[in-house]
């Protein structure tokens, strides 16, 4: 069994975040840890409060993780300050290099998925404004693959992207900031969810069919994670992001309302079948 490490926020409705992660780890067939960098107050109709946890705590995660167990790969989530990206960059950069845990395993190659969570499904901010230079610069190059939606991508670059050509471009410049792989989500445009995936050789579009409905409260969460799971099983990027998609399209289909807001998926619909709580 491969292990997935998730470093993200808690959601303590259990629709998004390291909740999310990690029952999609699971109901993928891999084994998922944690590092929480937050604690949210959050229900289906927005968060209302959230602390960071302190830096302190999050290194000391890091190294018990890394100390006693092997990891298959990595999904970063909610990632609220520059500082914290600053530890998080710096831990990694130091485990790629071999200055770190290098007599544990060999970490030169180990899967980053970067989820780079700006914003939640309310609306609700969940990064600083200072932080957003912070991800380009130190944490996209570390990144095997980064997974921005439409609204982080425009975010990033500072401008609307429109349509698929834009996307397109919007790729293009993305990579530019130094991660291996880039996938720009199209879901919030109109029409069936095409998302633009890309590395420095080409860039192509990866088609999808549209849910209907109103219970998709962490879907980025859900599709960066089972992308890092099936990294972890030695799936190339091109593949884990097919399969990712699919697999929140089962997410989706299997989705159900626990509040007044936004609905949840059900990451174990295709394991549940018919047998529903």
């Keep these: 069994m491969r292990h997935i490490l998730s470093i993200a926020g808690s959601d303590s409705c259990a629709g998004a975040g390291i909740q999310a992660d990690l029952k999609t780890i699971s109901a993928l067939g891999g084994y998922g840890l944690t590092v929480i960098t937050a604690v949210t107050a959050q229900n289906t109709t927005g968060v209302r409060a959230f602390q960071e ?19 298959d790969a990595v999904k970063i989530g909610m990632l609220a300050s520059s500082q914290l990206i600053e530890l998080i960059t710096s831990f990694f950069s130091s485990l790629y290099k071999g200055r770190i845990f290098k007599d544990k395993y060999d970490y030169a190659h180990l899967p980053l998925v970067v989820d780079p969570v700006m914003v939640a499904k309310s609306g ?71 998302d633009m995936v890309g590395n420095n050789n080409s860039v192509y579009m990866q088609g999808g069919k549209r849910i209907p409905g109103n219970n998709n409260h962490g879907t980025g969460c859900t599709f960066s994670s089972a992308l890092a799971t099936f990294l972890a099983q030695d799936y190339e990027v091109p593949e884990g992001v097919r399969k990712a998609k699919k697999y929140v399209e089962g997410c989706l289909k299997g989705g159900f309302a626990i509040g007044q807001g936004v609905g949840v998926m059900d990451h174990l619909n295709e394991l549940r079948g018919d047998k529903k709580c």
């Design 53 to 71: 946890v302190q830096l302190d705590i999050v290194q000391a995660q890091l190294e018990a993780i890394f100390a006693d167990i092997r990891v």
């Design 124 to 194: 609700d901010r969940l990064l600083a404004e200072a932080a957003v230079e912070s991800l380009k610069s130190r944490l996209f190059p570390l990144a095997t693959v980064i997974t921005p939606n439409l609204p982080e991508a425009e975010k990033l670059l500072g401008r609307g992207i429109p349509n698929h050509a834009a996307m397109e471009e919007s790729c293009r410049e993305l990579l530019k900031m130094g991660p291996r792989y880039v996938v720009v989500k199209g879901g919030h445009l109109p029409g069936e969810p095409v």
